[in-house]
Every structure is written in C-alpha cells, then in structure tokens.
C-alpha cells in the first residue's frame, strides 16, 4: 500500500479501513458446499454480507464488509472454506492482516 505524504494519519486510518478489496477465489468442490461454509465464516468473523449475486452455475459473487479485528478470522476461514485464492487475493489479504497487527506503520 502507498500512501501520498500530505495526508495526516487519521485519513489514512479512515482509508485503509475504509477500502474495497476484490479478491478472486475458485473451489474444486461443489457451490452448494462451499457458499454455505462462506456466508457462516462472513459472519462469525464479524462481517456482513451486503449483496449476494449468482453469475454462473458455476460462479458467486459476495459483497462483505468487515471490520478489521475480523480480518484474520475471514483469511483462515476462506482458506478453511476449500477456497483457492489468486496470489492478489493473498496479498490484500495479508497487508490488511499486517495493518490490524501494526495500526502505527501508517503514522
């Protein structure tokens, strides 16, 4: 994440918190198993699920917001899930995990 140098730490707070990720993911199991253990790790890591769209028989698309002390708990549980991650997906991911662990690295 690059930040510009004439924003305080408070914007950059509000930024990072604030941000979309689009994260990709495939699975080799069947969508009737999958999206159900997804919707219940959404919620028990403190997110919600905003808008839920099919796009194929084969295809998904959730809108989730979350606050970030729920982050690590979503990584491990989409993992958990079955699901396969892009490698973009993985550093978003880790970056918002990094930045719950050490909020001060922005200041």
């Known amino acids: 994440m690059k930040y510009g140098s004439g924003n305080s730490a408070r914007e950059l707070r509000h930024e990072i918190m604030t941000q979309k990720l689009q994260i990709q993911s495939y699975s080799y199991q069947d969508r009737q198993s999958v999206v159900p253990v ?23 698309e959730f809108s989730v917001e979350i606050e970030l002390r729920g982050i690590l708990d979503l990584y491990a549980g989409i993992i958990g899930a079955g699901l396969e991650m892009t490698r973009s997906g993985h550093k978003q991911l880790t970056e918002m995990c990094m930045y719950r662990r050490h909020p001060r690295l922005v200041d």
Do not use: D
């Not at 997804?38 to 998904?60: A, D, Q």
């Open 38 to 60: 997804l919707m219940y790790t959404v919620t028990h890591s403190g997110g919600w699920i905003c808008e839920r769209r099919t796009l194929s028989p084969m295809t998904v």
